[in-house]
């Protein structure tokens, strides 16, 4: 639940939790951990769910991305969302900013992002797998890692790669990378699978990529299935066998992007929806929101 306000966090799981929702992806640079935690221990001190019941996700900052912080920043993730373990741990971004005091985003004084191009990931993983023996974490994972980057994890890992989550939505479908995930056998998460609006806004891309809730092959098939047009691109990722985490703080939608499993789209649609990749150009996260971040070695991933 990434920039969604306090209020907004807490009604908004409330909502998901009574609907049925399991999985709860949070992270250091959401600043929604805290959040979480006081949801959670309500639910779980009232009886309603079991711990073993939610699959909880967080990350390991870009600015504790190095081996010596590891350690640090799980513990602090635990202690916020007041859990012993979590179920997965990912990294979430190959690239790593300076440590300076609690900034998570580090500036200089031209607003530039301060940048460590120390990083090692190998390094960083094998800390990781330190995290899963002590069981601090069930599993762990990468995101926004590139086909080299997850095979120099691969070529160096003990414990298996357990999750990749990176941006997937029908205008960036990721097919290389999703073939190459099939055959390592790492299982997918997509995130922003909506097209995240508010980013695309901000990153000043909302000509070169269009609304795909407004899409007219979307919105047809939508009526065709008399579901909604997220419904429909839902499903499409669902359907391609990948997990996907919608965002959302509306009660009735959060309700209606759950309700994914009693039917399925016919190969002809799911061909069509296939055919609204733009590829590269439908990517929105660029990250590009970090001022000065294509100068870190990791980059682009």
């Known amino acids: 639940m990434f ?11 409330n909502v998901a939790l009574e609907a049925g929702y399991r999985h709860i992806d949070a992270a250091p640079v959401y600043e929604n951990e805290g959040i979480i935690g006081k949801v959670l221990k309500k639910w779980f001190d009232s009886g309603k769910i079991k711990r073993s019941e ?5 990350k390991l900052p870009p600015v504790g991305n190095r081996p010596e912080d590891v350690e640090y920043w799980i513990k602090k993730s635990l202690q916020d969302l007041q859990l012993t373990y979590v179920d997965l741990y990912l990294i979430h971004t190959p690239f790593t900013f300076e440590k300076s005091g609690e900034e998570l985003h580090p500036l200089d004084e031209n607003g530039k992002i301060k940048l460590d191009n120390s990083t090692n990931p190998v390094k960083v ?12 974490t069930k599993a762990i994972g990468l995101s926004n890692f590139n086909i080299p980057q997850i095979e120099r994890i691969l070529n160096n890992a003990k414990v298996k790669v357990s999750m990749l989550q990176v941006e997937l939505h029908v205008y960036f479908q990721q097919k290389q990378l999703v073939k190459y995930c099939k055959e390592k056998n790492i299982p997918m998460t997509a995130y ?6 508010g980013l695309v806004k901000l990153l000043n891309k909302t000509e070169e990529i269009p609304d795909m809730l407004q899409n007219d092959v979307v919105c047809k098939i939508a009526k065709e299935y008399g579901k909604s047009s997220a419904q429909i691109l839902l499903r499409y990722i669902v359907q391609n066998k990948i997990i996907v985490i919608p965002k959302s703080t509306n009660p009735q939608r959060i309700e209606e992007n ?8 016919k190969s002809e649609d ?25 100068q870190h070695v990791e980059f682009p991933f």
């Open 270 to 294: 799911m061909e069509k929806l296939k055919n609204l990749d733009l590829g590269e150009a439908g990517r929105i996260c660029d990250f590009s929101f970090f001022k000065g971040i294509e």
């Open 3 to 13: 920039k969604a306000s306090e209020e907004e966090l807490q009604g908004a799981l």
């Open 258 to 265: 759950i309700q994914l499993f009693n039917w399925e789209l």
């Open 192 to 197: 922003s699978p909506l097209g995240s609006r």
């Open 125 to 136: 993983w094998t800390e990781m797998e330190k995290q899963v023996e002590c069981g601090r």
């Open 54 to 58: 939610v699959f909880v996700v967080t």
